[in-house]
């Protein structure tokens, strides 16, 4: 089945230790998203790939950055993580079409900061 | 900015109690409206889209309704399966345009269906 995976599932890091998540697609989706989600919380966009071209959102911090090498791998970079850092991380994937385009997304992975 | 608000924050039902969640969004133009449920952990698995006032979508026990201000996710009697967090999503802009815009969520109705 055409799916997002994303790994870990779980990862623990070190206060301030850089930490890479990655995500991968078989959708073959020419957008791929990173949302951060809280406890209880709604999923926030962090920024977006469409294509090779790469979209900040306006709030998100300078720790956070990623990288596209091709079409089906997305990775996540955190810099310096802090304790605020921890979160689920979500990937998402869609085809730009007319109109509204659904993302679908992958299992997420589970970041704790120690 | 857009915005959703998804109410109530938790609805607990006896199995076989139908009900209705609600979101209620603002947004400059809608592209599409979108539902999904996420299971404790895991990402969100998309349900139904949504593009204009007066269109619904039926998925086994679930029915998604869209008026101008908000939409309605029906589940009629619902089953312990059914216990999950049901995400409410906008996507703004033009209408008829496209591009690459991510996703607005509401923080979600916590569903419980009891046996």
């Known amino acids: 089945d055409a799916m997002v995976i994303q790994n870990p599932r779980y990862q623990v890091t070190q206060f301030g230790k850089p930490v890479t998540l990655s995500c991968s697609q078989t959708?073959?989706?020419?957008?791929m998203y990173w949302y951060q989600q809280k406890s209880s919380q709604a999923p926030k966009l962090l920024f977006h790939?469409?294509?090779?071209?790469?979209?900040n959102e306006a709030d998100t911090p300078d720790n956070f950055q990623s990288r596209r090498p091709n079409t089906s791998f997305c990775f996540l970079d955190i810099r310096s993580p802090g304790l605020g850092d921890a979160a689920m991380y979500l990937c998402?994937?869609?085809?730009?079409?007319?109109?509204?385009?659904?993302?679908?997304f992958g299992q997420g992975t589970r970041l704790t900061v120690v | 900015e857009d915005q959703v608000t998804q109410s109530p924050e938790a609805l607990r039902l006896q199995e076989g109690e139908s009900s209705s969640l609600n979101c209620s969004y603002t947004v400059s133009g809608l592209r599409g409206l979108f539902w999904y449920r996420q299971d404790p952990g895991k990402g969100p698995e998309f349900l139904f889209t949504?593009?204009?006032a007066g269109e619904e979508k039926e998925k086994e026990r679930l029915k998604a309704t869209l008026t101008k201000k908000e939409s309605f996710l029906h589940i009629t009697a619902p089953k312990p399966e059914d216990s999950a967090t049901y995400l409410c999503a906008v996507q703004g802009g033009d209408p008829s345009g496209g591009g690459a815009d991510g996703l607005t969520f509401g923080k979600g109705t916590h569903l419980i269906i009891q046996p």
């Open positions: 998402a994937t869609s085809r730009v079409r007319q109109g509204g385009t659904e993302a679908f």
């Open positions: 790939y469409y294509d090779k071209d790469f979209n």
């Open positions: 949504l593009y204009s």
């Open positions: 959708l073959n989706h020419n957008v």
